[in-house]
Nanobody, 114 residues
Framework: QVQLVESGGGLVQPGGSLRLSCAAS????????MAWYRQAPGKQRELVAV???????NYAVSVKGRFTISRDNAKNTVNLQMNSLKPEDTAIYYC????????WGQGTQVTVSS
């Protein structure tokens, strides 16, 4: 049974930091590209960051320089370190695994507000 379980979301003030984690199980983690998407109220889901099976990261322009994606193939986890958070980063953040098929987590809420 495939599972992607996100954690680490919450309420943070502008300029603050959060670290999201996604624990994966039920598939061969090291063969999959892993990504974080987000969806703000009334908006489409958008790609935030992706890391290839080989460990190469790529970022949306809006988060480049502020967010860092990483993976630990020994622990089957993917993380998203988010720094210098802005109110426009407020969204539900979803973990995603992609190879031939795509898996999604349930999401974790991130709210950036003073």
């Amino acid at each position: 049974q495939v599972q992607l379980v996100e954690s680490g979301g919450g309420l943070v003030q502008p300029g603050g930091s959060l670290r999201l984690s996604c624990a994966a199980s039920g598939f061969t983690f090291n063969l999959y590209a892993m990504a974080w998407y987000r969806q703000a109220p009334g908006k489409q889901r958008e790609l935030v960051a992706v890391i290839s099976s080989g460990g190469t990261p790529n970022y949306a322009v809006s988060v480049k320089g502020r967010f860092t994606i990483s993976r630990d193939n020994a622990k089957n986890t993917v993380n998203l370190q988010m720094n210098s958070l802005k109110p426009e980063d407020t969204a539900i953040y979803y973990c995603n695994a992609k190879r031939i098929v795509i898996y999604w987590g349930q999401g974790t809420q991130v709210t950036v507000s003073s």
